[in-house]
Antibody
Framework: EMQLVESGGGLVQPGRSLRLSCAVS????????MHWVRQGPGKGLEWVSS????????AYADSVRGRFTVSRDNANNSLHLQMNSLTVDDTALYYC?????????????WGQGTLVIVSS | DIVMTQSPLSLPVTPGEPASISCRSS???????????MHWYLQKPGQSPQLLIY???YRASGVPDRFSGSGSGTDFTLKISRVEAEDVGVYYC????????FGQGTRLEIK
């Protein structure tokens, strides 16, 4: 069974950093692009970042570019999101999602999410 | 940036009746390869989103055939032929031509 499990969320003060992780199982991780999508409390979905199978293609939403860094460890089947200079607007449930191909195309599987709360 | 606009934002439906959700993009989502880079997701209450329709009109694996997608380059529709109680949730369209953008979501509820 294909599975994505996010971790690393929590309560953090504005201006601080947090690193999210997504552990995957049940499929050959290094064959697929991966994504981060977030959902603010009571809000809709917002794409955050994407990384291709070999990290050769990386993209960010304007709202996080320069503050967030996506990375992947194909040897350990894991995806990461380093979030710096967090603001209250970054408060959200963060999902990792699997792509259907090695390059960003669209998402066919989502994890359950990890909650990030930015508050003083 | 491509903007996705969904309507209606709230959709009360009687079980057994049809339902339709519209999604309009600010730019054509027709790729040069002939495919429409528009997808539909359903987020059931308390769950993560799940893929319903990909590339405009193709049902994802396991999706009942009462769901169908259609549309041109900028105007797309998700139709449910006969709504069931398990269809409750928020439906999102998403464009994937230029990075990714979601519509605001349409909340389907049972009357």
């Amino acid at each position: 069974e294909m599975q994505l499990v996010e971790s690393g969320g929590g309560l953090v003060q504005p201006g601080r950093s947090l690193r999210l992780s997504c552990a995957v199982s049940g499929f050959t991780f290094d064959e697929y692009a991966m994504h981060w999508v977030r959902q603010g409390p009571g809000k809709g979905l917002e794409w955050v970042s994407s990384v291709s199978w070999n990290s050769g293609r990386i993209a960010y939403a304007d709202s996080v570019r320069g503050r967030f860094t996506v990375s992947r460890d194909n040897a350990n089947n894991s995806l990461h999101l380093q979030m710096n200079s967090l603001t209250v607007d970054d408060t959200a449930l963060y999902y990792c999602a699997k792509d259907i191909s090695g390059l960003p195309y669209y998402f066919d599987l989502w994890g359950q999410g990890t909650l990030v709360i930015v508050s003083s | 940036d491509i903007v996705m606009t969904q309507s209606p934002l709230s959709l009360p439906v009687t079980p057994g009746e049809p339902a339709s959700i519209s999604c309009r993009s600010s730019q054509s989502l027709l790729h040069s390869n002939g495919y429409k880079y528009m997808h539909w997701y359903l987020q059931k209450p308390g769950q993560s989103p799940q893929l319903l329709i990909y590339l405009g009109s193709y049902r994802a694996s396991g999706v009942p055939d009462r769901f169908s997608g259609s549309g041109s380059g900028t105007d797309f529709t998700l139709k449910i032929s006969r709504v069931e109680a398990e269809d409750v949730g928020v439906y999102y369209c998403m464009q994937a031509l230029q990075t990714f953008t979601f519509g605001q979501g349409t909340r389907l509820e049972i009357k």
